[in-house]
């Protein structure tokens, strides 16, 4: 269940309140998100949705702990993460989220396979046991044929099938996706979009997803609209049926 | 070190790049090895004086002579335990490039006046038999292939005429640092033959019973001569060696100025490098850091690049220099101790290090202050 009004129950994964982000830019001040109430229970797929400069990001950015709000509070199952410090919030993401970048964001001197690695370098896991678990998620995304492959050597869509493999190898709470086919054609959109919506329904996964692409959005199974940093209406899209 | 992948790979990302920045620390540091061994070179007779020896010279010149006769005089005065003489020759062997020292010697006490220099019993009793006989140091020895036997002519500069000598004993140091490059052959052979300056000698060293008495011995002896036609000036031999080395130049000052302006400039060059490669990487940096690694793991990250680069260069730099000095001397007699020591070693890598870290000290504080947020906006 997604719930924009605030009042959603104690169990749900992801709760936002009275959520408020302003900026300082030459002298004026800037307010990106204003008051925003959100509820997101686990295994939902839910694509925010809106113009340019209405927080769709800035929203991503706090609920990924990769920003600090001005005002309000963020609970990601029981932890609230805008109490946390600098340090802590930064064990917290590496056990708790899974970022997808629209630019995919992979290390070009890096294999696909050392890619996806990464996240687990930060676990007590032996080589032996990351091996599986980077073999599995690259199993996942259909590319454990191109695990030694450099990414400059994987096509774009590819690419961003690696950037999902690194995002879901550590088991997160939930993924956050921004603009996850921005950079990707229709057809390697739709297998990125299926691979999310199959995380979703297969493996239980929870996607928080940003896009400006109205098919993409229909892949989720409720889109939240923003506007001057608010969310206006959440709605039931083509993945709930 | 399961994160050795992601060092090397940005190491060999820009392999040219990482190539001459690792270069550039070969060459200053290959640099820094010939100096100290230069510096080594001129400074080494300071290194190895004795603490309980004085050189006692003529006061107006070192050139300038002193009798024969001080010798049972420097003997009577308090605290002075033994002493010895020595006279300079400066021969030519062959060709004048053959440079090295030629010391005519009092065979009755130079030997314990430096016991670091180990002579066989026979040998030297045979040098002492012998008025044509030469002592010559191992390193010397080793550099004409000289052995026991020979008979070596010798051109006398200053005191004219060809002087043939016979190899009688060949003597080694205690230590590496002691100079066996050295040929001595008897005083009185030297004072029988010359034509002036009979009953003269070069000048003396005197050992001293306890070098904390040094001060006063000099004053003493040096009072015991005043006013007389050969004023004398004593000196530890440390100082008499530091001044030895002060007429060639302030070698000290030239080389810490060179090794002051490389050091410098290649802080400089690496400390530009590397805030360019950390620049080139910003996303990449934000994307670990987003995916969970620390502030803190970036700066290590990039200060271990640095490290890597600085000592891996310095030490080709330093291994190139240490090859160098292994072929000896190349002033064939002039640098006499041309070796590189193992604690100049060590000092280069710690110097290495040292320009690594406050080259890359800047970059990655800027990498670990880096925002995630913003640098991902970034394009």
């Known amino acids: 269940m997604v719930r924009i009004d605030g009042n959603g129950n104690e169990s749900s994964l992801v709760r936002v309140r009275g959520l408020n ?25 839910v694509a925010f949705m809106g113009p340019s400069g209405s927080g769709k990001t800035t929203l991503l950015n706090l609920l990924g702990g990769l920003d600090l709000p001005s005002a309000g509070s963020i609970t990601v199952a029981g932890d609230e993460i805008t109490q946390m410090s600098a340090r802590k919030l930064t064990a ?13 964001n992979l290390i070009p001197v890096l294999t696909a396979y050392q890619n996806v690695e990464l996240p687990l370098l930060l676990t007590g896991l032996s080589t032996a046991e990351r091996r599986k678990h980077v073999e599995t998620a690259l199993a996942v995304v259909g590319l454990a044929d191109r695990m030694h492959s450099y990414p400059r050597q994987l096509s774009g869509g590819q690419e961003q099938r690696v950037g999902i493999a690194r995002a879901i190898v550590a088991d997160p709470t939930f993924l956050l996706c ?22 979703v329904r297969e493996h239980g996964k929870t996607v928080l997803m940003v896009t400006h692409d109205p098919l993409a959005a229909d892949r989720a199974r409720v889109v939240l609209h923003l506007e001057k940093g608010v969310l206006v209406d959440a709605v039931m899209a083509g993945g709930a049926r | 070190m399961k994160y050795r992948h992601l060092i090397f790979a940005n190491l060999l990302r820009k392999k040219i790049r990482t190539g001459l920045t690792a270069g550039s620390f070969a060459a200053a540091l290959f640099l820094f090895g010939i100096l100290t061994v230069v510096r080594g070179a001129f400074h080494q007779g300071v290194e190895v004086a004795g603490a309980d020896r004085l050189v006692v010279v003529n006061k107006i010149s070192i050139i300038q002579p002193l009798p024969l006769s001080y010798r049972d005089r420097l003997l009577r005065i308090p605290g002075v335990t033994q002493a010895t003489f020595a006279n300079w020759f400066g021969g030519v062997y062959q060709d004048e490039r053959n440079f090295f020292p030629q010391f005519a010697i009092d065979r009755e006490g130079y030997r314990q006046m430096y016991p670091e220099f180990v002579i066989p019993d026979g040998q030297w009793l045979a040098f002492l038999a012998d008025r044509e006989g030469g002592m010559v140091g191992e390193g010397l020895a080793e550099r004409f292939k000289w052995k026991l036997g020979d008979r070596i002519p010798i051109q006398g500069t200053i005191f004219p005429g060809t002087w043939e000598f016979n190899i009688r004993g060949i003597y080694r140091g205690k230590r590496r640092e002691d100079d066996t490059t050295q040929f001595w052959f008897r005083w009185d052979y030297l004072d029988e033959r010359k034509a002036f300056q009979k009953g003269f000698v070069g000048w003396y060293v005197v050992r001293i019973a306890n070098p904390d008495d040094g001060v006063r011995v000099v004053k003493a002896i040096d009072e015991e001569f005043a006013n007389s036609p050969w004023e004398t000036k004593t000196d530890t031999e440390k100082a008499f060696a530091a001044s030895w080395v002060k007429q060639m130049g302030n070698i000290q000052f030239l080389i810490l100025t060179i090794g002051g302006v490389v050091f410098f400039t290649l802080l400089l060059v690496t400390g530009n490098t590397m805030a360019i490669a950390v620049r080139e990487r910003v996303r990449e940096l934000a994307v670990l850091k987003a995916i969970g690694l620390s502030d803190r793991f970036v700066l290590i990250l990039v200060m271990t690049e640095t490290m890597i680069v600085a000592l891996v260069g310095g030490g080709i730099g330093l291994a190139l220099a240490k090859l160098f000095t292994l072929r000896g001397d190349p002033t064939r007699g002039l640098l006499p ?33 880096l925002r995630v947020v913003d640098a991902l906006r970034r394009v």
């Not at chain 1, 739709?190 to 995380?199: F, G, K, P, S």
């Open chain 1, 178 to 199: 921004d603009e996850p086919t921005g950079d990707l054609d229709r057809k390697s959109a739709d297998e990125i979009l299926d691979l999310l919506a199959r995380l």
């Open chain 2, 337 to 369: 101790f041309f070796y590189l020591p193992p604690d100049a070693i060590v000092l280069g890598f710690v110097l290495a290090l040292a320009v690594g870290l406050m080259s890359g000290i800047l970059p990655a504080v800027s990498a670990m202050r």
């Open chain 1, 92 to 104: 917290w993401r590496a056990r708790h989220v899974g970022f997808v970048f629209q630019m995919y």
């Open chain 1, 21 to 45: 982000k302003t900026y300082q830019r030459g002298g004026e001040e800037i307010q990106v998100l204003q008051g925003l109430n959100l509820d997101v229970d686990a295994g939902e797929f």
